[in-house]
């Protein structure tokens, strides 16, 4: 029998089992499977960790290199990255049932794009100069904060993961990297070729395991670290959240979302569809900025169901290392076993469901509902999964209503031709992100966030460097005060 891959910690610069010397199966959601053991990593592993961080960060020379350098270490790293794409990109698409169209042909080219993009952006960016009127210059400069803890999720494991180190390393940080436990191998595999790019060792750690009782917990409570980056579910967000609290570590938190997506009758009703259908089924709906919450103009709501449910039985499902796969399976038993869950209430909620249902083994259809109720549980929870639900509406007013009477607010989308009311519209709609007439479209440069329940802070340029450094003013005295005032 061949043995089956390792993937361990990468500690200081080591490659390392964990102290206890526990694994645990790292199953394909595919063959539902293991292909892999990973390394069962304890609060010791990550105590490990962090302390190998804060050396690195204490001792240098990463904190106090200069841009330049540290940035062609992030380009170098970039290169790798496209150079391994194809492993890297597998890596995810075995972890978490990912097509590899999407792993290797989107997340991959992203996450190298997230450390060119964050290296650039420290290098070029400038603080502020603000010369005084009483004989003092003061200027603000950004100092790296320390040791970052980064959590990740699992639905883009290493585009996720690389929108929190980037930056974290292009401002000078160290950091702890946690994956999420059922997509442990890119992180790894990351590690490695930061250290073959040249980043020096405790620079970028990599711990694996779970989150509450082992090192994902240890992390969040452990007084040496700095910053904590978090994405997942807002019950996990509110626990990270207040272990944070007592050490008073600054969180960023990017959490769940249930997007509104608000189509109106002057629309251009194919965008409309593709998008929609973009919005709501890729990665299986396992995305936060899903548009799980479709509201459409009754005009057209007859013409537009027909149109989507079409495109949504027309996408294929199957082995997501086959190319010609739209949509995997879900990514684990237990997310599978939660998204069937709410297949089961459409029934008792009051719900048709237009096309859907279980698929084979942890897959499910992709699937349109219409007929909940405001307060059905389709309508209000995020599901995570390929399950849409829909409802009509008559005015603008009623829509925007519809669509911020929710807990979350990560993002919407609005489709229309009146420029106009595309702008009316995204002002009024509580949301981190607005698109108009398109979905997934990224700036790095843009705030990237949600309000309410989808989080705390915001992520993306500027304010990734807010978060990432300890923001500093210095006030220098240019002129005794009292030659200030002097004639001549
Ligand atoms: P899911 O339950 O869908 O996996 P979570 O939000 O719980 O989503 O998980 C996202 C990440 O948070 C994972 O890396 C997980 O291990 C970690 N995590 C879960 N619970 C905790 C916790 N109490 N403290 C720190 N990290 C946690």
Request: contains cysteine; aromatic residues 8%.
């Amino acid at each position: 029998m061949p043995t089956m891959p390792f993937v361990p910690h990468v500690i200081d610069g080591k490659e390392v089992e964990s102290l206890a010397g526990g694994v645990f199966d790292d199953v394909d959601p595919w063959t539902r499977a293991p292909w892999a053991q990973v390394a069962l990593g304890t609060g010791e592993d990550a105590e490990l960790a962090v302390a190998a961080a804060r050396r690195a960060f204490d001792d240098g020379p990463w904190s106090r290199m200069g841009f330049a350098e540290r940035g062609a270490v992030l380009h170098r790293l970039a290169d790798l990255m496209t150079a391994s794409a194809a492993e890297l990109g597998e890596a995810d698409s075995r972890d978490m049932g990912k097509p590899l169209v999407d792993s290797v042909g989107k997340d991959v080219p992203r996450a190298a794009a997230n450390f060119r993009f964050f290296a650039d952006h420290a290098r070029l960016a400038t603080g502020q100069a603000l010369p005084m009127d009483t004989g003092h210059h003061a200027y603000s400069r950004f100092e790296p904060a320390g040791v970052v803890a980064a959590i990740a999720p699992w639905n883009f494991p290493l585009m996720l993961e690389t929108w929190k180190v980037a930056p974290a390393l292009a401002w000078g940080n160290t950091v702890v990297l946690k994956p999420a436990e059922d997509t442990p191998t890119s992180a790894t595999l990351l590690a490695r070729l930061a250290l073959e790019a040249g980043m020096p060792p405790g620079v970028l750690n990599v711990v694996q395991g779970f989150g509450p009782d082992a090192p994902g917990q240890a992390l969040t409570e452990s007084p040496q670290v700095d910053r904590i980056t978090f994405t997942g579910e807002s019950g996990t967000g509110r626990i990270i959240a207040r272990a944070a609290a007592a050490n008073l570590t600054p969180v960023s938190l990017e959490l769940g979302g249930k997007g509104a997506n608000l189509v109106f009758a002057d629309a251009d009703l194919d965008n409309a569809v593709g998008w929609g259908i973009a919005a709501i089924f890729s990665n299986s709906g396992q995305v936060c900025l899903a548009g799980s919450r479709l509201l459409v103009q009754r005009p057209v709501l007859e013409e537009f169901l027909s149109r989507f449910v079409e495109a949504a039985q027309a996408l294929r499902i199957g082995n997501p290392l086959d190319p010609d796969t739209q949509l995997g399976p879900l990514a684990s038993q237990e997310h599978h076993a939660k998204v069937s869950g709410y297949l089961d209430l459409v029934a008792s909620e009051g719900g048709t469901m237009l096309t859907g249902g279980p698929g084979e083994g942890w897959a499910v259809q992709p699937t349109v509902v219409t007929g909940v109720r405001a307060d059905a549980r389709l309508w209000c929870e995020e599901i995570f999964g390929p399950v849409v639900t829909v409802v009509g509406f008559d005015t603008e007013q009623e829509a925007v209503a519809l669509a911020n009477d929710s807990r979350f607010g990560l993002n919407a989308m609005v489709f229309t031709e009146n420029l106009s009311r595309a702008h009316r519209v995204s002002a009024a709609l509580r949301a981190g992100t607005v698109w108009v007439n398109c979905f997934f479209i990224r700036d790095l440069r843009a705030p990237f966030g949600g309000v309410g329940d989808s989080g705390v802070g915001r992520e993306g340029g500027d304010f990734s460097r807010e978060f990432f450094t300890e923001p500093k003013a210095v006030v220098m005295e240019i002129a005794a005060a009292s030659d200030v005032w002097r004639d001549g």
